[in-house]
């Protein structure tokens, strides 16, 4: 079962900053969060993890609340390329290593409009 | 281009046929994965190999077989479909050493039993 809960869709313009929000009440002291996305008819695509510090790569932002109990996937610019279902999924990570499989919910669709 | 393709793109069988999925990454990843993904849906997860050897098997049906002869390609061998099995069939790979666990995906093949 998913432990996440995004919302089912979200608009943004062209543009503008998309903030994705996702709670997870129940994440352990040792599960990463990871969001993912899926543009229509392609496979889904990594976009960035973290445990309890914000992260930032070339593609995103990552703001993890204090208490882990929610974090917001930050799009600073957000494209029509970015329209897409994204998957907020809370993961346990081992220290030697390990095949942890993703669990994904239905995600939440973002439209970017012009 | 994420560095895993898979073959074919599109696929239509009939319930008695024998067909074959071909997974292969070109990422020198040690572990592959193989998730079927229904119309509104979210993503299953059904086999997981770790340095070729089947770490994991979602309960899935004895109608698909997964083969994995080296850490490089993966096969999923169908027969006796049925239309019920009409999906998207996606395959990813992951390094689950050191630091780095996310996974990568293929473009999926879209499978149509009739």
């Known amino acids: 079962d998913a432990k996440t809960t995004q919302p089912p869709s979200m608009d943004c313009a062209e543009g503008r900053a998309a903030n994705l929000p996702c709670n997870h009440s129940?994440?352990?002291?040792?599960?990463?969060v990871y969001w993912y996305r899926q543009i229509h008819s392609q496979g889904p695509q990594y976009i960035i993890h973290?445990?309890?510090n914000n992260e930032t790569n070339e593609m995103a932002s990552l703001i993890i609340t204090e208490d882990r109990k929610s974090s917001t996937l930050i799009l600073p610019h957000a494209t029509l390329r970015d329209t897409a279902v994204y998957y907020c999924?809370?993961?346990?990570?081992?220290?030697?290593?390990?095949?942890?499989?993703?669990?994904f919910g239905k995600g939440m669709k973002l439209t970017v409009n012009p | 281009e994420t560095g895993v393709t898979q073959t074919p793109r599109h696929l239509v069988m009939g319930m008695t046929n024998k067909k074959s999925l071909k997974c292969e990454q070109h990422?020198?990843?040690?572990?592959m994965y193989w998730y079927k993904q229904s119309a509104k849906k979210p993503l299953e997860l059904m086999f997981v190999?770790?340095?070729?050897?089947?770490?994991e098997n979602n309960s899935v049906p004895s109608r698909f077989s997964p083969e994995c002869p080296n850490s490089s390609h993966l096969f999923l061998h169908l027969h006796t479909l049925q239309p019920e099995d009409s999906a998207l069939y996606l395959c990813?790979?992951?390094?689950?050493?050191?630091?780095?666990?996310?996974?990568?995906f293929g473009p999926g093949t879209r499978l149509t039993v009739t």
């Open positions: 190999y770790s340095l070729e050897e089947r770490v």
């Open positions: 129940t994440i352990s002291g040792n599960e990463y």
């Open positions: 990422l020198g990843h040690n572990a």
């Open positions: 990813a790979s992951s390094q689950d050493e050191g630091s780095s666990y996310e996974q990568y």
């Open positions: 999924i809370v993961r346990v990570v081992l220290c030697q290593g390990g095949s942890e499989k993703l669990v």
């Open positions: 973290g445990l309890k």
